[in-house]
């Protein structure tokens, strides 16, 4: 497994070239983030880390809005994968307030599902032809993000299956599926061919990986067997001492 640092949470007032600094003199290599809008991508393509994933839609939502609108960000989007060197894009379903929050649509959820439908498929004739792999991410609605459709991994499995293409996966975030459904283990060991990327951050309160009610390193050996791709540390600090390299130590001490 390859491990990357979601730069939008962890530390988010630092100043971004330090941190990347910090982060390279650790032994991490990888970063990702939210919105490419407000990044300094030149300082981040000259920092000596590299891009694993970013969200190719903060604007458009994919259960309102049509193809057009949304594959315009995407093209977007996409352009800027290759400037980083990116090869994986995540995907929302929906568009986010500021305080995580979906706002409410009169659109039932057949028509959502009809519409997500139609705009993966479309993004998904411009992926096989970039060679470029999107992750389409459920959240979890109790806690953090109200009002968003895919709140649950087995509705964003039949899509995925739906969609049929290797270039449509599921980003799953093990904080988020534990609010909502639990069974990670065993999620993992049974759908790993569908899954492409991984998020974690301990429950409940979205911290690291040791603190909090999940054994994150069981999960993460039980994950090794069945998983190779990378895996994401999205979670907001809340140790005083925390430094990166206290992360790396923690994943090396893992008798993988």
Same mark, same amino acid.
């Not at 994933?53 to 309102?64: E, K, Q």
């Not at 980083?84 to 929050?101: A, F, N, P, R, V």
């Not at 479309?122 to 792999?133: C, D, F, G, P, S």
């Not at 609010?179 to 974690?200: A, C, D, R, S, W």
């Given at each position: 497994?390859?491990?990357?640092?979601?730069?939008?949470?962890?530390?988010?007032?630092?100043?971004? *070239? %330090? %941190?990347?600094?910090?982060?390279? $003199?650790?032994?991490?290599?990888?970063? *990702?983030?939210?919105?490419?809008?407000?990044?300094?991508?030149?300082?981040?393509?000259?920092?000596?880390?590299?891009?694993?994933?970013?969200?190719?839609? $903060?604007?458009?939502?994919?259960?309102?809005?049509?193809?057009?609108?949304?594959?315009?960000?995407?093209?977007?989007?996409?352009?800027?994968?290759?400037?980083?060197?990116?090869?994986?894009?995540?995907?929302?379903?929906?568009?986010?307030?500021?305080?995580?929050?979906?706002?409410?649509?009169?659109?039932?959820?057949? *028509?959502?599902?009809?519409?997500?439908?139609?705009?993966?498929?479309?993004?998904?004739?411009?992926?096989?032809?970039?060679?470029?792999?999107?992750?389409?991410?459920?959240?979890?609605?109790?806690?953090?993000?109200?009002?968003?459709?895919?709140?649950?991994?087995?509705?964003?499995?039949?899509?995925? %299956?739906?969609?049929?293409?290797?270039?449509?996966?599921?980003?799953?975030?093990?904080?988020?599926?534990?609010?909502? *459904?639990?069974? =990670?283990?065993?999620?993992?060991?049974?759908?790993?061919?569908? =899954?492409?990327?991984?998020?974690?951050?301990?429950?409940?309160?979205?911290?690291?990986?040791?603190?909090?009610?999940?054994?994150? %390193?069981?999960?993460?050996?039980?994950?090794?067997?069945?998983?190779?791709?990378?895996?994401?540390?999205?979670?907001? =600090?809340?140790?005083?001492?925390?430094?990166?390299?206290?992360?790396?130590?923690?994943?090396?001490?893992?008798?993988?």
């Amino acid at each position: 497994m390859q491990y990357s640092l979601c730069i939008d949470s962890l530390y988010p007032k630092e100043d971004l *070239e %330090k %941190k990347l600094t910090k982060i390279k $003199r650790s032994e991490f290599k990888f970063i *990702e983030f939210w919105d490419w809008r407000n990044k300094d991508l030149d300082l981040i393509i000259n920092s000596g880390l590299r891009v694993s994933n970013f969200n190719g839609n $903060r604007i458009t939502s994919l259960v309102l809005d049509s193809e057009d609108k949304v594959l315009r960000e995407i093209h977007s989007s996409m352009e800027i994968a290759k400037k980083l060197d990116c090869h994986q894009i995540m995907l929302l379903s929906d568009t986010l307030k500021s305080d995580g929050s979906v706002e409410l649509s009169t659109r039932n959820e057949e *028509e959502k599902r009809l519409i997500l439908g139609k705009n993966l498929r479309a993004i998904v004739k411009i992926a096989e032809r970039e060679r470029i792999l999107f992750l389409l991410e459920p959240l979890n609605t109790i806690k953090d993000h109200q009002n968003y459709f895919l709140d649950s991994f087995s509705l964003t499995l039949d899509i995925v %299956k739906e969609i049929s293409s290797e270039y449509l996966k599921i980003l799953y975030d093990i904080y988020h599926m534990q609010i909502m *459904e639990g069974n =990670i283990v065993e999620t993992i060991q049974k759908y790993y061919p569908f =899954i492409g990327y991984v998020h974690l951050a301990n429950v409940p309160y979205r911290g690291e990986p040791w603190l909090g009610e999940l054994d994150y %390193k069981f999960i993460l050996k039980e994950l090794d067997k069945v998983y190779s791709g990378f895996v994401g540390f999205e979670f907001f =600090i809340r140790e005083r001492d925390f430094s990166y390299e206290k992360l790396w130590r923690w994943i090396q001490s893992i008798n993988f």
